[in-house]
């Protein structure tokens, strides 16, 4: 391509929020042999929901859940967002005297009513959130989360979690001071164009793989429903720039498209890093129609 055309391209990318770094990226994409996507964000929408909530003990439902969302009040992560969302609209039902009263509050108000404060919080990449809630322990988070502290899930929940997983779901786990509690089933719908574009990218002839920090059953039924057959989960963020420089050895050249969020150094290893917005995954679009 010649400075202008590869100019015009990257102005065309940005303006459907594709961020193109450098020209030679562009010259590269002309040879793809394998794309990899990441899950969350990029083939989802990223807009996750709380279709689930389910306490194992004696613990109240309304009491678990302004736990949860206690814990990850801090946490910047799409599936912390679903769980705040989640107990916000369950109390704003449960717990207001009136429509009325409640009109007149912010969310933000009506959030710090209820909320109970967390001390010492940390948050854990690939794994979930931790902290101290009334000077006890507070995990949320996945199963590899709960084992590296020593909190056995209980038969149960554990089939309970893998009817969740299977149908596509992510299963987050709680657990407080040292006991599983319940757990949280959450969706993350693909794209509207997610499938299509996979598709389009395969009769080029490229081959698409998923990466996601996500489990093994979930990532797997995402993956069905999108058309992606070479799937790699539960890979840590740092994991995924491993898997593209695997991909490399051969030769083969490797393009990341990711959302940015925690795929910066898988977008930076791969040979043409795309980070897309939210909306739509349009460079691949571009790269089908017009290059
Ligand atoms: P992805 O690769 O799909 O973008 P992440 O690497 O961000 O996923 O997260 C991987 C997994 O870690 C999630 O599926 C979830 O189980 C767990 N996790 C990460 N952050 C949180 C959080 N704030 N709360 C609960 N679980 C979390
Ligand atoms: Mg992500």
Known sequence: ??????????????????????????????????????????LTQGKAAVTTAKVFTEMELAD???LVA???????????????????HYHFFDKLPSVEG????????????WLLEAI????LPGRGVQCLINEKKVLVG?????????????????NFLIDLEVNGKTGILVAYDGSFVGLLGIADPLKREAAVVVEGIKKLGVHPVMVTGDNWRTAQAVAKEVGIEDVRAEVMPAGKADVIRSLQKDGSIVAMVGD????????????VGMAIGLERISLLKLRTTSW
């Open 1 to 42: 391509a010649t400075p202008t055309a590869v100019m015009v391209a990257t102005g065309v990318g940005a303006s459907h929020g594709v961020l193109i770094k450098g020209g030679d990226a562009l010259e590269r994409a002309q040879n793809v042999h394998y794309v990899i996507f990441d899950k969350t964000g990029t």
């Open 64 to 66: 678990f859940l302004t």
């Open 70 to 88: 206690s814990a990850e009040a801090s946490s910047e992560h799409p599936l912390a967002r679903a769980i705040l969302d989640y107990a916000y």
């Open 102 to 113: 409640a009109a007149k509050q912010s969310r933000e108000e009506i959030l710090s009513e």
């Open 120 to 123: 010492e919080f940390s948050a």
């Open 142 to 158: 996945n199963r590899a989360l709960l084992a590296e502290n020593g909190v056995p899930v209980p038969t149960e929940a554990e």
């Open 260 to 271: 940015g969020i925690n795929d910066s150094p898988a977008l930076a290893a791969a040979d």
